[in-house]
Structure formats: C-alpha cells, structure tokens
C-alpha cells in the first residue's frame, strides 16, 4: 500500500506541473486546462492521502494485540 501513495503522490506532482506550465507559458495558449489539470492533481493528492491513511490504519490493526489476549 506504501507504494501506491508513493506513485499517487508522483502522479500527483507531474499534474500540477502541467497545470503550472499551461497556466504560465503564453506558447501553450491553454489557460483553461490549467484548471482541469490543477483539480486533476488535487484529485490524486486526495487519493494518496488515502491510501497513506489505510496503509497506516492496516500496519496499526496488524500490530495490535489479539482481542481476548488481555
């Protein structure tokens, strides 16, 4: 699973670089999918944030002690 947030959080930093650059290089002429790509990227920071969280909540659950062991 720590993988995938790692890939999720690439994938998410390629998106906003795109989104910068259509937004700021006047060559692209492509003011509005600086938007689409902008939101795109949220979307997979969104996702690794997940991930991250279930891989966190997956290593705590394995860890704790067996239920009735007390």
Not at 3 to 15: E, G, K, Q
Not at 50 to 68: I, N, Q, S, V, Y
């Amino acid at each position: 699973m720590k993988t995938d947030s790692v890939l999720f959080l690439i994938v998410f930093a390629v998106w906003l670089l795109l989104a910068i650059l259509y937004a700021t290089v006047p060559m692209f002429a492509m003011p509005g999918y600086a938007a689409v790509w902008g939101w795109g990227s949220v979307v997979f920071l969104v996702l690794a944030a997940l991930t991250a969280g279930a891989a966190w909540r997956g290593d705590k659950r394995r860890h704790a002690a067996p239920r009735g062991s007390e």
